[in-house]
C-alpha cells in the first residue's frame, strides 16, 4: 500500500523555540494532506488540512499564527510549531490520500515534549 | 454534526473472535475505515469499507455495514496476543477529512 514517512518521530524541545515535522507521500502525490493530534489516551482530533500551493484550512480552535503549515510540494507537507510551550506536548500525525485507492495513510507519528 | 462513537475497552481470550463496534452520525460518509494503533506508534490502516457495501472479508478480519442503522463492526477471527492495540473507526465526510471514535483498547489474555 501507499507509504506516508514522518519525521522526526520524537522531539524534544525547550519553551519558546519552534519544531518543524515533515510529513512525506513516498509513492504517490498528495494534493491534500491532513494533519492530527492526540493526547494521550484520546482520539486523534483534526488540526488543519494542508492543500498543496494554497493556505492552510484550519479547524475551530486552532491557532494558525502558532502552527504553520507549507504544503510546498505535492509530496511534502511541513507543521511548524511556532514558541512551543508545555501544553503543546502530544502526538502529531499526519495523513495523505492516495487518489486513486481512495483511502487514507498516515505517517508513523511524532512525539512531542515541550520542556 | 459529526460524530462517530465506540465502546472503549474488549478484553477476549486469545483464539476467540472480537467484535468492536462503532456508531456514526453522517450519512453522506463515503468511506469508513478501521485502524489500529500500538503503544506510541501511528495509526496502521487495517481495512475499509465503501458505504455502499454490506460486508468486507480481508483474511481474519471481518466488516459489517449497517447503513441504515449507521453502525459499522470489526470483527477478528482467532484473536491473538498481537492483535492486542487500540482499534479507531473513522468516517470520512464529503470533504475528505476523517472523523475518528475514540478508539477501542482490545486486551487479549493468553
Known amino acids: 500500500g501507499a507509504v506516508v514517512s514522518q519525521h522526526p518521530s520524537r522531539v524534544i524541545c525547550k519553551s519558546g523555540t519552534s519544531v518543524k515535522i515533515e510529513c512525506r507521500s513516498l509513492?504517490?502525490?498528495?494534493?491534500?494532506m491532513f494533519w492530527y493530534r492526540q493526547f494521550p489516551k484520546q482520539s486523534l482530533m483534526l488540526m488543519a488540512t494542508s492543500n498543496e500551493g494554497s493556505k492552510a484550512t484550519y479547524e475551530q480552535g486552532v491557532e494558525k499564527d502558532k502552527f504553520l503549515i507549507n504544503h510546498a510540494s505535492l509530496t511534502l507537507s511541513t507543521l511548524t510549531v511556532t514558541s512551543a510551550h508545555p501544553e503543546d506536548s502530544s502526538f502529531y500525525i499526519c495523513s495523505a490520500r492516495d487518489g486513486g485507492q481512495g483511502s487514507a495513510f498516515f505517517g508513523q507519528g511524532t512525539r512531542l515534549t515541550v520542556v | 454534526g459529526e460524530d462517530v462513537e465506540q465502546s472503549l475497552f474488549l478484553s477476549v481470550r486469545e483464539g476467540d473472535s472480537s467484535v468492536i463496534n462503532c456508531t456514526y452520525t453522517d450519512s453522506s460518509s463515503t468511506y469508513l475505515y478501521w485502524y489500529k494503533q500500538e503503544p506510541g506508534a501511528g495509526l496502521q490502516l487495517l481495512t475499509y469499507?465503501?458505504?455502499?457495501?454490506d460486508m468486507k472479508q480481508d483474511q481474519r478480519l471481518t466488516v459489517l455495514l449497517n447503513k441504515k442503522d449507521k453502525h459499522l463492526s470489526l470483527r477478528i477471527a482467532d484473536t491473538q496476543t498481537g492483535d492486542s492495540a487500540i482499534y479507531f473507526c473513522?468516517?470520512?465526510?464529503?470533504?475528505?477529512?476523517?472523523?475518528f471514535g475514540q478508539g477501542t483498547t482490545l486486551q487479549v489474555k493468553p
Open positions: 473513522a468516517e470520512e465526510s464529503n470533504t475528505g477529512k476523517l472523523i
Open positions: 509513492d504517490f502525490q498528495a494534493t491534500t
Open positions: 469499507i465503501f458505504s455502499n457495501m
